[in-house]
């Protein structure tokens, strides 16, 4: 194997002088002497064997040869100083956080927040994992370090996150938006179709937005459940942040039920243990939490 004759740094004071446009500024730039800038730059000359500059009056430009070879070696320096960054945030934070969201936490919301954390962290990263109607997560599976999902009353190690307004809806020219008559029943809305996002039977149930019986679709996508809606074929329980265009457009109508046509679901977050959560799961939490707009990370 052959050892490179030049050194990282030698290539580094070259950058310098050029981009600082002359010796001196080099120096500056990089805190050192311009007598250790100019033997670094000869030194590199010297075991290269090729000139690098060319004296012009009081000016040295690069050789073509220079830039050619410096045109090379830019982004061998760029990824070098990457890589020493990211060794340095190793050592005060983790290099990962396992974050599980339950998908009909608002998108736009979710990577705001990824985003300004990115821009904090940026040698971090984030393995997310999206799924429908996420529980409360097993601890015992070490399989993530942040979740979003369902809050569970009486659970102290969750904290409220958001209540995610849901409305029955459906297609403007839905039997039960034509119906003559008051309120709709849980008896009429029984005898139509209702389209159900996987999973999301027994949560409705408990929250008192879903009739025990009648026919449903079952979905596994909060964007299958707006389309099925859209369709006619069918009525819904979807999220507000989802339909909100849809209802301004009058392409959807809230449903007018006797229980009432709009309830909440509520989701918390929690860590896997919240005592030893590392520098950077904390940082995403409290974005998660506050907005990224009302947080500010050093």
Known sequence: MRIPRTTMEQWAVLQAVVESGGFAQAAERLNRSQSSVS????RLQERLGV???EIEGRKARLTPAGRSLLAEANPLIDDLTRLEDRARSLGSEESQVRLRV???????????ALQVFAEHHPHVEVALRESVRVPEPDRASDDFDLAISLWQPGRADQHPLIDIPMLAVADPGHPLVQRAGGAITPATLARHLRVAISGDGAVMASEGLSPSDGRTWDVNSLEAGVEAVLSG???????EHLVVAHLAARRLVELDLVSGSRRVIPLALSWA????AGKAARALGRLLLDGPDQVRLA
């Not at 033997?39 to 000869?42: D, F, G, Q, R, W």
């Not at 339950?102 to 705001?112: K, M, V």
């Not at 074929?233 to 999220?239: D, E, M, T």
């Not at 243990?273 to 030893?276: H, K």
């Open 51 to 53: 000139a690098l500059f």
């Open 102 to 112: 339950d998908s009909i936490f608002p998108r736009q919301r979710l990577f705001g």
């Open 273 to 276: 243990d919240e005592t030893r």
């Open 233 to 239: 074929l069918c009525w819904g329980w979807l999220p």
């Open 39 to 42: 033997y670094a730059v000869s």
